[in-house]
């Protein structure tokens, strides 16, 4: 799973930056929300205590904050045949639980700014294979995905 982890981490950064970040300008003061869920921000170790931030910082912030799991050889061996943590499958837990929420913000609240950009269709497929990834490593608990437990569901066909 490590090695599976660190090529879709990041292959679905490298589909954001490529077409998403055109929504910066637009969402510069929005916070991160789905509706009645607001999420905020805290590594646990410069933030500790959760913050409210605007969603483009609550990206800058998960972004930086993955590279630094990814870097941390203690996560996320680079020799081969060294073991992972104990805490390995919780670190990349909490990493694709805070992409989710991203995706979560992305279609609540800019998902007509995706359709008049044309990349509805890219936006779709990524957060599918998200979605499937994410189901058959079971790296997602099932109350997280509430805010688009429907898509999700669509998506698994459940």
């Keep these: 799973m490590g090695n599976q982890t660190i090529t879709r981490l990041s292959h679905w950064n490298n589909l954001w930056c490529s077409s998403l970040w055109q ?3 637009l969402i510069h003061f929005l916070h991160i929300t789905f509706g009645r869920y607001e999420y905020r921000w805290a590594d646990g170790v410069n933030i500790k205590k959760p913050i409210e931030v ?29 073991p992972f943590p104990s805490n ?16 979560a913000h992305i279609y609540h609240s800019h998902f007509q700014k995706i359709i008049s950009l044309k990349e509805e269709a890219h936006m779709n497929t990524c957060f599918k294979h998200f979605v499937l990834f994410t189901w058959e490593f ?4 099932k109350a997280e995905l509430a805010p688009l437990y429907e898509l999700v ?6």
Excluded: C, H
């Design 23 to 25: 929504l910066a300008w």
């Design 153 to 158: 569901e669509s998506i698994l066909q459940l």
């Design 88 to 103: 390995f499958q919780d670190v990349v837990k909490t990493i694709f639980k805070r992409l989710f929420r991203v995706y």
């Design 54 to 82: 605007s969603a483009p910082k609550y990206v800058d912030y998960l972004m930086g904050w993955i590279e630094t799991q990814l870097d941390d050889e203690s996560i996320f061996p680079q020799n081969l045949g060294a």
């Design 138 to 141: 079971r790296l997602i608990d």
